[in-house]
């Protein structure tokens, strides 16, 4: 079965640091996701990407977030000014559409700790 | 609004034995309903869904789902437990016909007693 892959699996940085998140999505998909586990809370959605731009996100999604599809294969979530707050599992998912008819594909997640 | 609930963080059971995972729901439109499972080091992985039609879900490895309404229940069972089965599920909901935006439960982790 095709994989979306997410780099790295683990990435440690100070408080106030940008990190970008890299997402590798399976490739005829076309809709993008980011989601995030905070250690012992609930998977939350964060934000969805559909042709170069943004189609929904959650109030999480502030400022400090952005997302960038930058060539035709990777899919990137770039936190500026990292907070102790931030660190969680982040998961990539992809679909090949948009409809919950569709699988979604997620990728095994990269942990974030913010020192 | 939108919101799941998985009762037991924690699940045991014995090889050979019934495995019950409980999941209910809130949502103010009619719901469309999925398990997930993550095994070690792997992502989410799609164990079976509801969307509209037949209210027993059969999904893969055996596992299986009823959506009741009238409980507001999602709960996944699986008649005999392998110790392969061991990982972390996760129950979610979501309402939109359009971007794949789910609400997701806290997880149940389920351990598989020799």
């Known amino acids: 079965e095709p994989e979306v892959t997410q780099t790295p699996s683990h990435q440690v940085t100070q408080m106030g640091q940008e990190v970008i998140l890299r997402c590798v999505p399976i490739?005829?998909?076309?809709?993008f996701y980011w989601y995030r586990q905070i250690l012992g809370q609930k998977v939350e959605f964060l934000v969805s990407?559909?042709?170069?731009?943004?189609?929904?996100k959650s109030e999480i999604f502030d400022d400090q977030f952005s997302v960038e599809r930058p060539d035709g294969s990777n899919f990137t979530l770039k936190i500026r000014s990292t907070k102790l707050e931030d660190s969680a599992m982040y998961f990539c998912?992809?679909?090949?559409?948009?409809?919950?008819?569709?699988?979604?594909?997620f990728g095994s997640g990269t942990q974030l700790s913010v020192l | 609004a939108q919101s799941v609930t998985q009762l037991g963080s924690h699940v045991s059971v014995s090889e050979g034995a019934l495995v019950l995972l409980r999941c209910n729901y809130s949502?103010?439109?009619?719901?469309?309903l999925f398990w997930y499972v993550q095994y070690p080091n792997q992502g989410l992985q799609l164990l079976l869904k509801?969307?509209?039609?037949?209210?027993l879900v059969k999904g893969i490895n055996g596992f299986e789902a009823e959506f009741k309404k009238s409980e507001t229940s999602f709960h996944l069972t699986k008649p005999s437990a392998h110790m392969s089965d061991a990982a972390e599920y996760f129950c979610?909901?979501?309402?939109?016909?359009?971007?794949?935006?789910?609400?997701f439960g806290q997880g149940t982790r389920l351990t598989i007693n020799p």
């Open positions: 998912a992809s679909s090949e559409g948009d409809r919950l008819r569709e699988k979604l594909f």
């Open positions: 490739s005829n998909h076309l809709y």
């Open positions: 990407f559909y042709n170069n731009e943004i189609s929904e």
């Open positions: 949502s103010s439109v009619p719901p469309y």
């Open positions: 509801y969307t509209t039609g037949a209210t």
């Open positions: 979610a909901v979501s309402g939109y016909q359009g971007a794949q935006k789910l609400v």
